[in-house]
């Protein structure tokens, strides 16, 4: 059984997952590395890792596959004998007007921002619950807070997650497993960047700090949660967003 704290983060090899990853090494945790799409993008997160003296492993799985989340957990436990720390963080995007959006791209981004975070709670809770002791941090959005024309589908799958946080917290806090949520608001990301210079003006000019906030502004809030210093807190909503949503 490995000593120190064993923590999985999903969607962890780019972006704001990245930045929670090392965020999270840094606390002396080790560091599961989730990733579906991009090997090399999640080997670009260990190795990050273990340059500034930390420990990670990058581990494949969909999170919108129940079975396989179950998996993913199963072998966690088995190679180190405990999880401590689980934040649900992979996402994905269809963004679209509502009266043009497909069932299909509806339920996909469902399917992993929403039910993803399920399938990991549902399997990570079993482990947590023996040890009495288990931290759980869902990441949602301004946009599931506030809604966001032309993101129905993220939106909803965001709200959702700020309802399976509280609901969750209720039922784990007996045996002190934490679960809450940190809702970013716009962030400097490869999501971001691709937006036009006038897109992000209107953006920015909708915050009261006036711009845009880091990735590692996301990971400092997930790092208290994930801490000790956080014990008594539970199915909260951290808004990290320049103040858009107050």
């Known amino acids: 059984m490995l000593e120190q704290k064993v923590a999985l983060v999903t969607g962890a090899g780019r972006g704001i997952g990245r930045s ?7 606390e002396n945790m080790f560091v599961v590395v989730n990733y579906f799409g991009s090997a090399s993008r999640a080997e670009e997160t260990v190795k990050e890792i273990e340059r500034t003296g930390g420990s990670a492993k990058a581990m494949r799985c969909d999170v919108s596959d129940f079975a396989a989340c179950g998996e993913m957990i199963q072998e966690i436990v088995k190679e180190f004998g405990r999880l401590d720390v689980l934040v649900n963080n992979a996402g994905i995007t269809k963004d679209g007007l509502l009266m043009k959006m497909s069932e299909e791209d509806f339920d996909k981004v469902l399917d992993t921002n929403l039910k993803g975070a399920f399938h990991c709670i549902r399997h990570s809770a079993r482990q947590m619950l023996k040890q009495k002791k288990g931290r759980i941090v869902n990441i949602s959005s301004v946009s599931g807070v506030m809604g966001n024309a032309g993101q129905a589908n993220y939106s909803a799958s965001k709200a959702g997650l700020i309802g399976l946080t509280k609901s969750a917290a209720r039922e784990l806090a007996s045996r002190k497993i934490t679960v809450n949520a940190v809702a970013p608001g716009f962030i400097d990301t490869e999501m971001t960047e691709v937006l036009s210079d006038a897109v ?6 909708q915050i009261p700090f006036g711009e845009f906030g880091k990735p590692e502004d996301v990971a400092e809030a997930v790092a208290f949660l994930a801490s000790e210093q956080a014990k008594y ?3 909260q909503v951290i808004c990290v967003d320049g103040g858009m949503a107050m």
């Open 20 to 26: 929670i990853a090392l965020r999270l090494a840094a």
């Open 200 to 205: 992000k003006a209107a953006a920015a000019s």
């Open 233 to 235: 807190i539970t199915g």
